[in-house]
Every structure is written in structure tokens, then in C-alpha cells.
């Protein structure tokens, strides 16, 4: 027989595993087979389809739904000593079949941070103390090392390995099959099996509605800041005086100042 619980409308088939110190919001749905062990928070009509296993202080938000084998746990990490870390995963999203994602680790912030009405597509991989924004999406194998930073509204293609500790920023996408060794900056484009800076996502910002005079704008400030003249402070400098006025410009200033202990992802001399 199939377990409700009706003071909050839970779905648990008899099959899966629910430890006692589970939390569950309203109208939890848990599939057969699932796993899911003390320190698990599911908020509202958070769905597990199947085979799901959960496995320590892992928190997932309201609306999500989880799809058969992912696995949500400890870090793989050989400097995890279990300590009590966590993954806090927002509200709305999709993983799909097989994606693992790991919980945090003494060396980051003891903490894994997914934000709100991402999709994980089959088989991806977010693993120890990364920071991912709202609607990012992960495409099939698609990879992220420890402690990497996501931005919102970043595409991530099939097959792409993002390097530890590297930043995405914002309304970037990265190509399939890429290997991302640096920081990708606000709105950029990247490509290549060691990637370079291809360019600016310009499909994406037409797509999220930026009109014609802000993409231009943009366009400028890219060739300033990836051009030949002075060093690339100086660039930064430069970028920052002439569109002082312009958001989406300040936005990769900022990004370009930030403190990171990888350079920013360039174009190659080829493309240049």
C-alpha cells in the first residue's frame, strides 16, 4: 500500500526509505525506491520520481522535481572529513536522471548554493561548495568543479568541464564540449576544447529582451576591453570612464575587478 500522511498530504510509496529526521513540506511526493536519510529539508510539492537518494543536510526547495538515480551528497573530496556541510538547492528547479551534486566542504563555505527554476539535464555535475544562480542551465555531462561561481541566466553546453574555483558570469554561455580554465565575463560567449572568449552571448541577450542601442553598447565596450592598447587595468579603467552610465557594461566591470585567482577568459589570437 501506497503511505499518505494527511495532515500534510504526502506521498511515500512503500518501497522508499524516509529517515525520521526528515522534514517535509505540504504535498511531498517520494517515488519508489528513494533514499532519503536524516537532515533532508523537501519543501512544498517537491516531487522524487524514483530511485532518488538524499544523504545528509541537503535542503530542496518548493516545486522542484527530482528525476530517477540523481544523487545528492557528500562531497567527493578527499579532504572531507564528514563534517556536517551542506547543499541548499532553490525553488522551481529540474534535475534530471543521474546528476549528482555535492554538499560543502571545510576548504569553501561549508555550503553548496543552487538557485531558483535551474534545469540539470541528464548526468550533470555540481559539485563541493559551487555557487549557481536562478535559471541556469546545464546541458547533458556538463561538468562544474569545486567552488565554481554561476551567474544567472548562464547556459552551460553538453560535455563542458568548468575548472575549480573559475567564475561564469551572468547571461554567459558556454559551447559544448568546452574546457573552461577562467573567469567568463558578464554576457560572454565561449567556445573550444580549451575555451576561448568567442564574443558576446548575443542570442541570449535578444532573448531576454535587451533592444538594439544596449547590445551596441555592449558590443563597444567588449572591443574596448579586449583590444591591444594598454595593459588590461588600464582597459578596465577606460571601459569603466566611457559607459559609466550603461548597467550592463558596469556589470562586467565589476565582474573584470573582482577578486579571483584565475584571469579572464580572452579571445585567441586566431579570433581576434
Known amino acids: 500500500m501506497v503511505r499518505h500522511t494527511a495532515a500534510m498530504s504526502h506521498f511515500i510509496h512503500p518501497t522508499a526509505i524516509v529517515s525520521s529526521g526528515v522534514s517535509l513540506g ?20 517537491v516531487i522524487l ?15 522542484t ?16 572529513k564528514g563534517e556536517k556541510s551542506e547543499l541548499v538547492i532553490g525553488k522551481g528547479n529540474v534535475i534530471r536522471e543521474y546528476t549528482t551534486m555535492n554538499t560543502g566542504t571545510q576548504t569553501g563555505a561549508m555550503k553548496t548554493v543552487v538557485g531558483d527554476n ?17 535559471n541556469v542551465i546545464m ?14 541566466h548562464v547556459l552551460i553546453g553538453g560535455l563542458a568541464a568548468v575548472h ?6 551572468p547571461y554567459a554561455v558556454i559551447g559544448g564540449m568546452s574546457g573552461v580554465e577562467s573567469d567568463v565575463i558578464p554576457y560572454g560567449r565561449v567556445k573550444g576544447e580549451r575555451a576561448h572568449l568567442a564574443g558576446l552571448n548575443l542570442v541570449g541577450l535578444e532573448r531576454k529582451g535587451f533592444d538594439k542601442d544596449q547590445v551596441r553598447m555592449l558590443q563597444r565596450a567588449f572591443n574596448e576591453l579586449f583590444g591591444e592598447e594598454g595593459t588590461l587595468e588600464q582597459r578596465i579603467d577606460m571601459v569603466a570612464n566611457d559607459f559609466s552610465s550603461i548597467d550592463a557594461v558596469m556589470q562586467i566591470v565589476a565582474f573584470a575587478r573582482g577578486k579571483t585567482r584565475f584571469p579572464l577568459c580572452a579571445p585567441s589570437k586566431k579570433s581576434a
Open 139 to 152: 546541458a547533458n555531462n556538463a561538468t562544474l568543479g569545486g567552488h565554481v561561481e554561476v551567474g544567472d
Open 26 to 45: 505540504k504535498d511531498v511526493s517520494i517515488g519508489p525506491y528513494c533514499v532519503v536519510e536524516d537532515g533532508a529539508v523537501l519543501g512544498d510539492g
Open 118 to 134: 535551474c534545469l540539470f539535464m541528464m548526468s550533470t555535475h555540481v559539485a563541493h561548495d559551487c555557487v549557481v544562480g536562478d
Open 65 to 80: 522535481t527530482i528525476f530517477p538515480f540523481v544523487s545528492l551528497g557528500p562531497p567527493q573530496d578527499l579532504k572531507y
Open 164 to 169: 575549480q574555483f573559475v567564475r561564469i558570469g
Open 49 to 63: 520520481k524514483s530511485h532518488v537518494v538524499i544523504d545528509g543536510l541537503v535542503s530542496v526547495g518548493e516545486g
